[in-house]
């Protein structure tokens, strides 16, 4: 069979040093007394020190991948055919005893939610040291080990962590003890999978980091695994890239992103919002169709039916890995060569109507502040939020978990009552501290997305229900008229009279997404807050999505207050952007404004930390030391304890800077005049 | 909750498999993808697969149905179940003697062919009592749970949704009423209406509400976090339609499995009120009744007496707990 080129062309390649040897690997999973193929004909290799990706969406079956080296597929799953070999020993046909210690000692796994990996009532020191005493040791030696490993993870104080239960810790701490962990026992072959996903931007960028300097360190082979095509281009020297079960596309990381030879990753990398890319200009293009439902294998290629370069030899005949470029890469393309030539499905320009920054903000927020009691304690959320939206604009609103993003969000909307003396109006009226009492004309006017869908639409509701009682409840209509209206919003956010009979549950991601939008809408709102919408979402789902947002917005002069943590995102969409921090607005300008600079000093390790697939253009600045509790706000200026710039003079400690207008426009709450900033990010960046 | 996903604490820790067994439509449990994500939509509107995957409700229903025919408690019980519907039902059409006026000559007769359970100490068939007696006592615990579950989700939904002070208040007299047991309570009933079906009912209508109240109150918090109801509230509506459209389709599973549960405790109940004698009156055939009537004479050695009234209760009472046992397993996940 031609798939044998592939085996052919990578043993070569490593030769001698391959840890991670997975040839034709089929898994599949008896659901119902059916088959189902997970993954289908998957082969790589890994060699020592060296660091493989593999890359996809939800449903490739990445993770299925990394279950079936570990041996953790459930128990109806099991690799149907292939094999994996983890230095040189078949996973398959080990014993009991065998498997145990390849566990133990020969593969580690460090997985997505570190709050997930620890147990939560036993202290970190305990469950570390344990690593080592399964490896062998007694127990006093094992806790010397276990201190000595938290410091190799840069851990500058390891005795109290050791000390200290999980959930005493924060995210990104308790990742660096799983990866200590992990790398106890030093094994041949570590899995990260999805090891930053649940991670701030800020302190994703430590992890990677880490992550780099400690592969200098141990001799690991790595898999690692994300649905970030930047972050696996910025980790690893190799990558595959999974569709349906499939690995559609593996080479060098470099050269797969630079030149991608499979119409699914040309795809997927213009889904992904990237420098200069504007929801006018250059935008996202997305993948039309639908991936496969899992098990359901069809004929010819796997990406034909979604594929505008296809023909009949695709649908009928399955592409084998083609080898491609110098011949380390493989493609199942037929068309391999012509793949970057895939045309786009949306059309690249669109001309959307300015915001009117002139007329009177259509939002106005003055001196909002939210003070939470947690067990008698005062914890600030938001202290002296003003933003202003106009008319037809987006209005970006950034920061990292604990910034008060969502709690601005819910504050607006009327679900959670700010401090007295904070001032909300909507087009001039005064707004009620709570929804219930509001008018119904606000109420109308202000609609909100929730970041997960499945958590917004009544799961026992159909599409038709969902959407129809917000017409009733908003815009008023009954009978044939919000008959019409129904049909008309489920077309205006392209969905199909088909999907109304249907529940959640029988909604893909987007889809769902789709009907909390087209909900939001009923009722034609002068303002939609937008809380991350798209977080939940896979990349090119997220593309139509941002496009769609864009789209009804021109159509319906609506404003957005749209909240990320994705900068990228935020840029792609909005037209001015708050950069929050600690309930704070620490910089608050147009979009252009806080990209070009001078920024904030915050603003700007957020900026350099969102690894991107244009290079590593910028050094990256690293944040020290953890995210303050908001409840225990550093004095002065609360970013000081994090802030690579902090003056000597002492004022960042003393003295909190007032949100201050430093060119017409742009405002930014920093003691370092802006030119001086100015200067000395010019000379970095 | 005792279903909680399995951690993956479990699977990281060396030489343990996590070994769960992939459950029914959870597809996260079979290493399927959440049906959530996959297919990514388009913008081009292009259709395609929505249903592909299909894990609609009356698909999961039916699953559920085939997986508890395929469950040896539930077919077990739903046997003996149906055993004393029937009995309950068409009993007098098919019993072999009177069971309420028997001959006065052959009392405390021990089982024998021509009474296959004996005779009491009036001389009426044990067998024949046994039969009719699941009638009273079916239709009794029946309705008081129906009431109790319907009293009980209202409630719970109030205290669950208001919460503050109608919680507080209620929550506080739910423990107050708890902390008696049910026969206590009862008798207070019994002595201030007098003993009656209706008054059983009542009695056990009551308690049991407030009871399932605690659990759908439970279900309810859980509930009014998620952002349905933020988005319920954005639109104005009402609480009732809050609480009755959106939240009670929701939290139709942990009803319907403390339906099941205390359908069994009110079978015991109704069963101890008889035995005492304030449940089910005489001559109504009646198991608790029954039992108390004979359980004197057991030192005399008329064992049958007792036994079998006794054994009629165990019957129902296990066969509708391994119903609701299977419920659960299957509803709950």
């Known amino acids: 069979m031609s798939t044998d080129v592939s085996a052919v062309g990578t043993a070569g390649r490593l030769g001698e040093t391959v840890v991670l040897d997975a040839a034709h690997v089929d898994v599949s999973y008896n659901v119902r007394g059916t088959e189902r193929l997970a993954v289908r004909d998957v082969s790589f290799q890994i060699g020592r020190r060296e660091s493989f990706g593999l890359v996809g969406e939800s449903g490739s079956g990445k993770t299925t991948v990394a279950l079936a080296v570990t041996r953790y597929l459930a128990r109806n799953g099991r690799v149907s055919a292939g094999s994996i070999t983890v230095n040189g020993q078949d996973v398959a046909s080990l014993g009991r005893h065998d498997l145990r210690l390849l566990r133990a000692r020969t593969v580690s796994m460090v997985y997505q939610e570190p709050g997930r990996a620890l147990n939560p009532s036993i202290k970190v020191g305990r469950q570390v040291a344990e690593v080592f005493e399964i490896a062998g040791l007694n127990r006093s030696d094992a806790a010397g080990r276990a201190e000595e490993a938290l410091r190799k993870v840069q851990i500058s104080d390891p005795g109290r962590v050791l000390r200290s239960y999980p959930h005493q810790l924060s995210g990104g701490m308790l990742q660096r003890v799983v990866i200590a962990m992990a790398l106890g026992a030093e094994p041949n072959l570590l899995i990260l999978d999805e090891p930053t996903t649940a991670l701030d931007a800020t302190v994703e960028a430590e992890i990677l980091e880490l992550i780099s300097s400690l592969r200098e360190d141990f001799n690991t082979a790595i898999l690692f695994i994300s649905h970030n095509l930047a972050v696996i281009a910025k980790m690893c020297e190799r990558v595959g890239v999974m569709y349906a079960g499939e690995l559609v596309e593996e080479g060098p990381a470099r050269e797969v992103f630079e030149q991608p030879r499979h119409p699914y990753t040309v795809g997927l990398l213009r889904c992904i919002p990237r420098r200069g890319q504007r929801k006018d200009h250059g935008r996202l293009d997305s993948i039309p ?60 320009d669109v001309r959307l109507p300015a915001p009117d920054s002139d007329a009177a903000p259509v939002i106005s927020l003055r001196r909002v502040a939210k003070t939470f009691t947690v067990r008698n304690d005062k914890v600030p959320a938001l202290v002296d939020v003003d933003l202003d939206l106009y008319l037809g604009e987006t209005l970006g609103l950034v920061g990292e978990s604990g910034s008060g993003k969502t709690t601005l969000a819910r504050v607006l909307v009327g679900l959670t009552p700010p401090d007295a003396g904070s001032s909300l109006e909507l087009e001039g009226s005064a707004l009620a501290p709570l929804a219930t009492k509001r008018s119904r004309e606000q109420l109308k006017g202000m609609q909100i997305i929730f970041q997960n869908p499945d958590s917004a639409l009544n799961r026992r509701h159909s599409v038709r229900h969902l959407i129809d009682r917000s017409l009733t409840k908003l815009a008023g209509l009954t009978g044939a008229a919000r008959e019409q209206s129904l049909q008309e919003i489920v077309r205006s956010v392209r969905m199909e009279p088909r999907h109304l009979g249907l529940r959640p549950s029988q909604l893909s991601g987007g889809l769902k997404q789709r009907v909390a939008i087209a909900r939001a809408f009923a009722g034609r709102p002068s303002v939609l807050v937008c809380d991350e919408p798209t977080s939940a979402l896979d990349v090119s789902v997220q593309a139509a999505i941002l496009n769609l947002l864009a789209d009804l917005q021109a159509k319906e002069r609506v404003t957005y207050l749209f909240i990320s943590h994705d900068l990228a995102v935020v840029r792609y969409l909005a037209d001015r952007i708050a950069v929050l921090y600690l309930g704070r607005v620490m910089e608050y300008a147009s979009a252009e404004a806080v990209f070009t600079g001078p920024h904030h000093p915050y603003t700007e390790a957020l900026l350099s930390a969102v690894p991107s697939l244009d290079g590593a253009l910028r050094e990256r600045i690293i944040l020290s030391g953890e995210i303050p509790s908001p409840a225990q706000p550093p004095s002065g200026c609360v970013f000081h304890t994090r802030c690579p710039r902090r003056l000597s003079s002492g004022i960042c400690e003393s003295t909190e800077p007032p949100l201050a207008e430093v060119e017409p426009g742009h405002s930014m709450r920093c003691h370092i005049p802006p030119s001086e900033l100015r200067a000395l990010q010019q000379i970095e960046s | 909750m005792a279903h909680a996903a399995p951690r993956d604490y479990l699977a990281a820790a060396p030489g343990v498999s996590p070994d769960s067994p992939a459950l029914l439509s959870d597809p996260a449990a079979i290493g399927l993808p959440p049906p959530a994500s996959p297919p990514p939509s388009t913008d081009g509107g292009a259709g395609g697969a929505a249903g592909a995957l299909d894990v609609s409700s009356r698909r999961i229903r039916r699953e559920q149905m085939r997986l508890l025919l395929r469950s040896a408690p539930f077919i077990v019980g739903m046997v003996l179940l149906l055993w004393w519907v029937v009995c309950a039902i068409f009993g007098r059409l098919f019993v072999p003697y009177n069971p309420v006026n028997g001959s006065l000559l052959q009392f405390n007769l021990a089982p024998s062919g021509t009474h296959w359970f004996g005779t009491d100490s009036l001389g009426r068939d044990v067998l024949s009592r046994v039969i009719v007696g699941s009638r009273e006592i079916l239709i009794v615990s029946v309705l008081a749970t129906v009431l109790g579950t319907a009293l009980g989700t209202a409630l719970g939904l109030v205290m669950g949704y208001f919460r503050g002070i109608v919680d507080n208040v209620v929550g506080r007299l739910v423990d107050a009423v708890l902390s008696l047991p049910v026969v206590i309570v009862a008798l207070l009933f019994v002595a201030a209406v007098g003993p009656s079906a209706r008054t059983l009912i009542l009695v056990i209508g009551f308690v049991f509400a407030l009871i399932i109240a605690r659990t759908v109150r439970t279900a309810v918090l859980q509930e009014r976090e998620l952002d349905y109801i933020a988005a319920a509230r954005l639109r104005d509506e009402s609480g009732a339609h809050i609480m009755f459209v959106e939240i009670l389709p929701n939290i139709s599973a942990p009803i319907l499995v403390e339906f099941t549960v205390r359908l069994g405790y009110a079978i015991f109940a109704i069963a101890t009120l008889s035995f005492l004698g304030i449940g089910i009156q005489p001559p109504t055939p009646d198991w608790g009744a029954d039992i108390a009537a004979s359980y004197q004479y057991l030192a005399a050695g008329y064992w049958w007496e007792t036994l079998f009234p006794a054994l009629a209760i165990a019957s129902l009472v296990v066969a509708v707990n391994l119903i609701a046992d299977s419920i659960e397993a299957v509803v709950i996940r």
């Open chain 1, 289 to 348: 169709g639908f991936l496969p439902a899992p098990g359901e294998v069809p004929a010819g290629c796997v990406f034909a039916q979604r594929c505008a370069l296809a023909d009949d030899r695709c649908t009928t005949e399955s592409p084998p890995p083609y080898p491609v470029g110098d011949g380390d890469r493989t493609s199942r393309c037929h068309y391999h060569e012509r793949a970057p030539l895939l045309p786009r499905a949306t059309p690249e």
